[in-house]
């Protein structure tokens, strides 16, 4: 079992040198991170470092026949749309990294983005969504209306 690398890229000026993609092979997974052509067994194989939560992973092996859709892309898209739970990551990638480091790096994404999200809209009948108060109605407004039938 191989532990994540510790090439982590918060801003894409500062991403790792190299080719990106998005690889979609066989089995409905979709792969992003940085790629390359390696010979690999005596045949061609790609050499995928997937991204996760900002960091690349250690390396994995695709073979080029099980690929059916290979999509270059800068590092900023590739950063930009990596996996950030558990769950998005193909079973082979999880099996290849250290179970915890890699919780660790959901847990800290994860407050990473509490930290940055937007104040939530508040929804108030008069108002919605947060446009501010109504008006305070006038209590004596109601006996008016009433007086004039």
Do not use: W
């Not at 982590?8 to 790629?35: C, F, K, M, N």
């Not at 919605?128 to 109504?134: I, K, N």
């Amino acid at each position: 079992m191989t532990n994540p690398e510790t090439t982590h890229a918060p801003a894409t000026d500062s991403a790792p040198p190299g080719d990106y993609a998005i690889v979609e092979i066989l089995g409905h997974q979709t792969l992003i991170g940085r790629v390359e052509d390696v010979e690999r067994f005596g045949g061609k194989m790609l050499r995928i470092e997937p991204i996760f939560c900002g960091t690349l992973l250690s390396a994995i092996y695709q073979g080029g026949a099980s690929i059916y859709r290979f999509t270059p892309c800068s590092a900023a898209i590739a950063f930009a749309r990596a996996p950030r739970r558990l769950y998005h990551l193909p079973e082979a990638v999880r099996a290849a990294q250290d179970a915890a480091a890699l919780r660790n790096l959901e847990a800290a994404a994860e407050a990473e983005a509490a930290g940055a999200r937007a104040e939530p809209l508040v929804l108030d009948v008069a108002g919605f969504l947060g446009r501010g108060a109504a008006e305070p109605e006038d209590p004596d407004a109601d006996d008016d209306a009433q007086e004039a039938f």
